[in-house]
């Protein structure tokens, strides 16, 4: 049995491109706003890696974001798979102030960490995230009970919370790309 938590292909508004550009907490937050429903960049192309990752898997589960479903896409998965608001991406926290302006990827880091212990202001907060990743890692699993191979085109965060619930329920980590656009987890069971 297998599961493959895949991040979603690289959006019109690319976060590493932003990363030392100067924000106040409050133009993040807007960006974080604009990000949720971004088209993909049409000038890229799906890693190799990926699409073989992806392809013996015919249970497909995908975010509600349109980032995602587009990914599927270019994937060549199924066009009627359904996303699920349950592997829609964490909203990140953020403050409202106009100051002070630091870079994005300052902010951004901050505004995780912070998250992780607890604050929740204007996004989600850790312990429905923790749920919802619980049962995202429920539903996987019983879908690679019924099939061999099941994809998850997801976000990142939600992605790595996802496979430490896998663990949790006896799943391994065997591969990993990392945590940049189109790349995967690959869990297994035996």
């Known amino acids: ?17 932003m990363k030392n550009l100067r924000k106040s907490p409050a133009e993040v937050g ?3 706003d604009d990000y949720l429903d971004v088209e993909l960049d049409k000038i890229q192309n799906v890693p190799e890696i990926s699409l073989q990752a992806a ?4 249970v497909v589960f995908s975010s509600d974001l349109r980032r995602a479903l587009t990914s ?3 994937l060549n998965k199924p066009s009627n798979t359904r ?6 991406e964490i909203r990140m926290p953020y403050l409202t102030w106009s100051n002070p ?16 212990i607890g604050f929740a ?6 312990k429905p995230a923790r749920r919802r990743a619980a049962q995202g890692a429920d539903i996987l699993a019983g879908a690679a009970l019924q099939d061999e191979a099941v994809l998850l085109l997801g976000h990142a965060i939600l992605n790595w919370l996802i496979a430490t619930e896998l663990k949790k329920l006896g799943w391994r980590r065997v591969r990993s790309t990392g945590y940049s656009y189109w790349s ?3 869990m297994e069971k035996f």
């Open 83 to 88: 996303g699920d608001a349950c592997f829609r």
């Open 72 to 74: 599927l896409e270019w």
């Open 30 to 32: 807007q960006m974080v």
């Open 101 to 116: 302006k630091l870079r994005f990827n300052i902010w951004h880091i901050l505004f995780w960490l912070t998250w992780f």
């Open 55 to 58: 392809k013996p898997c015919n």
């Open 184 to 186: 995967f987890i690959e």
């Open 121 to 126: 202001r204007n996004g989600d907060s850790i």
């Open 1 to 17: 049995m297998k599961i493959i938590l895949m991040r979603h292909g690289r959006p019109v508004i690319d976060l590493e491109v």
